[in-house]
């Protein structure tokens, strides 16, 4: 007789359907505590003129729960204050970059008021394979390139 396979926890299913309403909510266009999920691309679909910048910042606040990136690869924004300009020109206070599949940095990597290196672009086309999750509508948004966390 085959041994049987081990019980799944509870709690992993229930994050599982978790998720899984949240994007089906998300998909569906409810939104969910200001949260948009869009398909990001430039306005009106033309060129742009393609800006890095390196920035010393602090993460202002968590974002809104996504999914994690699996079968849909998953951006999510995140809004820091600009603390020192390292390269280039950040023209704000505060930025909003959007993170690729923020989970695969790890569970502690981004936490509100911790501060990062962070190396963005204003060329939004590598976005346009991810689903994006966005709180800050209307906000300029960049690309996150590369973050380190600072010590």
């Not at 033309?46 to 690869?73: H, W, Y």
């Not at 023209?91 to 981004?110: H, K, N």
């Not at 509100?112 to 394979?129: C, P, Q, R």
Request: include cysteine.
């Amino acid at each position: 007789m085959a041994p049987r396979p081990a019980p799944v926890p509870v709690v992993l299913i229930a994050r599982t359907i978790r998720i899984v309403l949240i994007t089906c909510l998300a998909l569906a266009g409810v939104p969910r505590l200001g949260l948009t999920m869009s398909r990001a691309a430039p306005p009106g679909g033309g060129q742009v003129n393609v800006e890095v910048i390196v920035f010393e910042g602090r993460l202002m606040e968590m974002p809104s729960e996504a999914p994690r990136c699996g079968d849909t690869k998953v951006a999510v924004a995140h809004r820091f204050q600009v603390q020192r300009v390292v390269k280039g020109t950040a023209g704000e206070t505060e930025a909003i970059v959007l993170v690729p599949c923020p989970d695969l940095m790890g569970d502690q990597f981004f936490r509100a008021k911790s501060e990062y290196v962070i190396e963005a672009t204003n060329d939004l086309a590598a976005a346009a394979s991810y689903t994006v999750y966005n709180d800050y509508k209307n906000r300029p948004l960049r690309w996150g390139v590369r973050i380190t966390k600072r010590q």
